[in-house]
């Protein structure tokens, strides 16, 4: 009804690069054996698996026995924060009860196994809230770190609203507050935009391949400075034992050329996608009045602009612009497809209602100037419409 | 098709003449709605047609979501019949108009009726405004009720034409504002055509069965355990309703409800007994024998007229109605008066006389009247003081 649709929701998933599919199809058709046998056609699985292995390790700069590949980003973190906490924990002992720390900010895949790690183990949560810049707030963070604490787990990129955590400055700290504690960062929405080497002063990182042009159905967990984690799926014994399961081999082809085509254009895309970003924003906030956009520009990766519109419903913002040709999303959606009160906004003190009244628009490699066009003609009469 | 007859279908307003009609059709995910949807997609087409569910009830977990396996339902019949699908997540506003004055209502004695609630304050006010800043003429859904046109351009609601499964009484709360935006595709047609219909259409809701109970208390919980999570529940005596006698202990006097039959035993001269009043702060349930059981008289407060202003009659020597007191009880004739000075909180007041003694209606509970001329067409509606 609106001619083209315009599609920012890449943070949600990015369109598989053709570099990706070009390299899955032959996993899909003619090398579809099973990697773990002893016979030619599971040796030319293997070879590929072990290449793709090795090309994920390279790019994401660790070494090739350091990656478990899981079925996403949250496989990854679950078995970061629970399989972490048991490799190293388990049997530890200590005055009071054992302390698990995230962001308030966090995606709901640590939130939810950081809860269940407290249920299963007896552990104390505390979670750190966020300052109005979208960033984790690094004093409360020393506060809450001390005795008893054990894993700390502070996302590289905000899913939200595109904002980088200061990542050294949080090993920093927990490295001076609490020795020895293991440290977790969910880097799923940084790969796209940032080097590796942001995330490297944790121990475990995790990453998804369809955020950054691979295919859904896995991802990785890196094991820096030595970490180790106890499996959280028994069987087979892939992945050294760290993960049972047949390995999804057609998957790990295609993050490893997803991942190597991200990092080979990358400075490019970033310089592109930031130039398109910030034309939206100033555009938006030009034509619409009352619009805050979160976080610094120079804080945030390239990829994502997050508005809070004063006034508006971002449930009812997205159902009219999709009708209008224009994919955003507002919040996390839940399995039912409910949009639930953003808890990122929450954490950084906002109100119910303001915290109701953000919409992200992410943008990705494919992403145009005409799709810029699109939502700088078509979003503002939604918006009007729904203030009216 | 002849039998689909909605002549309260709201026309659009001539300030978009041309514009296409489009409703907004709530599907929970049972059979009524997804059929109400279905015929709305025969006349209106799929362009005009988009279907919500609502995430009403978070549940216990933070995380939690509604209960997805009927989103999942409302959104395959949407996939089916081609339309587009959202969810709506209006889980605050349920828990501040519903859950909330629910348990607040038990803790006081009263026996409130959260689905009128639901459709006053989240269906038929949430969900209308939702729809027109949207762009949508009418809120659709599957409830067994009419609006009709009247020549004056009034709205009338109406029973639903299958009297046995008639929702009218959970809808008499509606005024001409809503009524005008309401489309009830499925009040021309019986439970058995709608079934029938369904199967027909191959809608994986034909064979669902129909929803039972309070829809945020799990059956395994129970009303007890729900309201005793969330308030304290008393233990209380069994106070007899002449001699003021001690008949015995009750658990919990929060959970017992006016009318009631159920566990208040026998009297002396072996007839059942019947609740008559609960007095929460004075832990004391009165019971008596079933004559005690009736009433000459109810005052109602939270009054709705569908008319929006009340009809002539009750402020002079009484307006002739028919009174219903539960969602499928029959209606009895009544005389509705306007009792003056109303104490501002609860609005109006009315006074129910009945022709004959009727049984007492817990307070809490709706009271839905009908036009004894017209006895299928709702007046208005006021809670049980």
Known sequence: ?388 | MSTVHWTGFPAPSSACETRDVRVLVAMSGGVDSSVAAALLVDRLGTDRVVGATLKLWGGDSDSGCCSVADVDDARRVADQLGIVHHVFNFSEEFEKHVVEPYVAGHAAGTTPNPCIECNRHLKFDRLVERSTALGFDAVATGHHARVQVAPDGRYHLLRGADQAKDQSYVLAMLGQHQLARSVFPVGERTKDELRADALRRGLRTATKPDSQDVCFIRSDVGRAGFLGERVPLHAGRLVDHVSGADLGGVDAVELVTVGQRRGMGHGTDGRRRFVTAVDVPARRVTVGPPEASLTDRLDLHTIAWVDDCAPAGTTGAGLAALAQSSAHGTAVPCTVTAVPGGDGHEGDRLSVAFAAPHKRVAPGQTVALYDRDHPDRVVGSGIVR
């Open chain 1, 1 to 388: 009804m609106s001619g083209e649709r315009a599609y920012f929701d890449h943070a949600a998933t990015t369109p598989l690069r053709p570099e990706a599919l070009e390299a899955m199809l032959p996993l899909l058709t003619r090398d579809y054996a099973n990697p773990s046998g002893a016979h030619a056609e599971s040796r030319r699985a293997r070879i590929a698996l072990d290449d793709a292995r090795d090309q994920v390790a390279e790019l994401l700069g660790v070494g090739p026995g350091a990656i478990v590949l899981t079925s996403g980003g949250t496989e990854a973190d679950d078995l970061a924060i629970q399989g972490g906490w048991d490799a190293v924990w388990a049997d530890a002992t200590g005055p009071g009860p054992p302390v698990v720390v995230c962001a308030a900010m966090e995606h709901h895949a640590v939130l939810e196994a950081c809860r269940a790690l407290a249920r299963r183990t007896g552990a104390e949560l505390r979670t750190v809230p966020s300052r109005p810049d979208g960033t984790v707030d690094l004093d409360v963070l020393a506060g809450v770190c001390g005795p008893g604490v054990r894993l700390v787990s502070v996302m590289t990129v905000n899913n939200e609203l595109g904002t980088i955590q200061p990542l050294d400055a949080v090993a920093d700290v927990v490295a001076t507050r609490a020795p020895g504690v293991v440290l977790h960062s969910d880097a799923v929405q940084a790969v796209p935009w940032m080097d590796a080497s942001v995330s490297a002063a944790a121990h475990l990182v995790s990453v998804s391949a369809h955020k950054f042009g691979g295919p859904k159905g896995i991802g990785a967990l890196l094991l820096r400075h030595g970490a180790t984690v106890t499996p959280r799926i028994a069987g087979g014994g892939q992945e050294r034992g760290r993960r049972s399961g047949t390995p999804n081999v057609a998957g790990a082809v295609g993050m490893a050329a997803a991942l190597l085509a991200t990092v080979g254009d990358r400075d490019a895309t970033v310089a592109r996608v930031t130039t398109l970003r910030d034309r939206l924003g100033d555009g938006l906030a030009s034509r619409v009045p009352d619009l805050v956009e979160s976080g610094r520009r120079a804080d945030r990766v390239a990829g994502i602009l997050h508005l809070r519109v004063a006034g508006v419903e971002a449930e009812a913002l997205v159902v009219l612009l999709d009708e209008a040709g224009i994919a955003v999303s507002a919040g996390a959606a839940c399995s039912s497809g409910a949009v639930e009160p953003s808890h990122v906004l929450a954490s950084m003190g906002l109100d119910p209602a303001a915290a109701r009244s953000g919409v992200r628009f992410s943008l990705g490699v494919a992403t145009t100037d005409e799709d810029v066009d699109r939502a700088l003609d078509r979003v503002p009469r939604a918006i009007e419409r729904l203030r009216n």
